[in-house]
C-alpha cells in the first residue's frame, strides 16, 4: 500500500507513548504502518482528522467495512444488522434484528449512528463509501473489507467501480476468498488482502500468492516471525487485526508485520465509533 502520510512509527521505544511521527514516503519503513479500525464519522461536522507532524495518536490508513442497501447503495455498517450501532429499534421497532441490505439508504439516514458510543457523536448517520473515500482522499490510505460478500452478489465489481480513482491509496480485503478472486478479476490493478480467522496454511499462502494477493491479513493471535517469513517469501505483506493492548503491539511489532490494524491508533486511547460502519 502506498503510503501517502508516511508512517506511523511503532518501535519499542514509542510503544509507551504510542506517538506519531510522519515521515518521508522515500525513507526506509521503520516500524509497520498503522491502520484506525475505528475513527469518527465521516460527516460535515466530523471528518476524518489527518495526522500532524509532531501531533498526538492518528494513523496511516482507515479500515471500513461495506455492505450495500436495498437500492443498491454502498453503505459502511460494520455488523451484520443495526441494533448494536444504531437506534434501529426506535425507529423501525419491527426490524430491528433485519440485514442492514433490507434497508434502502434514505432509511438509513433516519437513523441515529453515533449515539451508541456517546452523547458527542449523536446525531451521526451512516455514510457511504463514495462520502467517506472523498472526505478521506488525500489525508490518509483507505484498507476496505467487503463484508459478507455473499450476501450481496456482483458487490465486487461495484466495491470496485467505486474505489478506482483511490487505487494509489486502496486496498480491498475479505474473508471470503472466493469473492476475493473475483475481486481480482474484476480489478486486477488494485491491492487485494486475504483476511484469515486462524493461520493460514502453506497451501493457502501459495494459493494467494498465485491470484495476485499482495497481503495476507490473519488475527495477530496467530503471527510469528515463520509466517511473516512464509508470507514475505511468496512476495506478499503481512497485516494483523485487531491489536488494542500496548504489549500485544510491542510483541505482534517484533515479528516483523507491514501493518497493525487496531481500534486505539494512539494504543491505547479512546476508541471512536467506527465499528459501526
Not at 509532531?54 to 471500513?64: K, L, R, S
Not at 463514495?130 to 450476501?151: I, M, Q
Not at 494467494?208 to 490473519?218: D, L, S, Y
Request: aromatic fraction near 6%.
Amino acid at each position: 500500500m502506498r503510503r501517502l502520510l508516511g508512517t506511523l512509527l511503532v518501535p519499542a521505544a514509542l510503544l509507551a507513548t504510542a506517538t506519531v511521527a510522519l515521515a518521508d514516503t522515500d525513507r526506509p519503513r521503520t516500524g509497520p504502518e498503522v491502520v484506525a479500525h475505528a475513527a469518527p464519522p465521516p460527516t460535515p461536522r466530523r471528518t476524518p482528522s489527518p495526522p500532524r507532524r509532531g501531533a498526538g495518536p492518528a494513523a496511516d490508513a482507515v479500515e471500513v467495512d461495506v455492505q450495500r442497501t436495498a437500492d443498491g447503495h454502498l453503505v459502511l455498517v460494520h455488523d451484520a444488522t443495526l441494533a448494536r450501532t444504531t437506534d434501529v429499534e426506535r425507529v423501525f421497532p419491527t426490524r430491528a434484528l433485519a440485514p442492514v441490505g433490507t434497508f434502502t439508504l434514505a432509511e438509513l439516514r433516519r437513523l441515529d449512528a453515533g449515539s451508541w458510543f456517546s452523547p458527542a457523536f449523536a446525531g451521526e448517520r451512516v455514510p457511504t463509501l463514495a462520502e467517506f473515500a472523498d472526505r478521506l482522499r488525500g489525508r490518509a490510505d483507505l484498507l476496505v473489507e467487503l463484508k459478507d460478500p455473499a450476501r450481496y452478489p456482483g458487490v465486487e465489481k461495484e466495491v470496485a467501480y467505486e474505489v478506482d480513482g483511490l487505487r494509489s491509496g486502496v486496498v480491498v480485503q475479505s474473508f471470503d476468498h472466493d469473492a476475493m478472486r473475483r475481486f481480482a478479476e474484476a480489478a486486477p490493478e488494485i491491492p487485494a488482502g486475504w483476511l484469515f480467522g486462524g493461520r493460514p496454511t502453506t497451501a493457502q499462502l501459495d494459493d494467494a500468492a498465485a491470484h495476485g494477493v499482495t497481503q495476507i491479513n490473519p488475527s495477530f493471535r496467530v503471527v510469528d516471525a515463520a509466517l511473516v517469513a512464509e508470507v514475505r517469501a511468496r512476495g506478499m505483506q503481512t497485516g494483523v487485526y485487531t491489536v488494542n493492548d500496548t504489549d500485544d503491539m510491542r510483541q505482534v511489532a517484533a515479528t516483523g508485520v507491514d501493518r497493525i490494524i487496531t481500534d486505539r491508533p494512539g494504543c491505547c486511547g479512546r476508541s471512536s465509533p467506527a465499528e459501526s460502519w
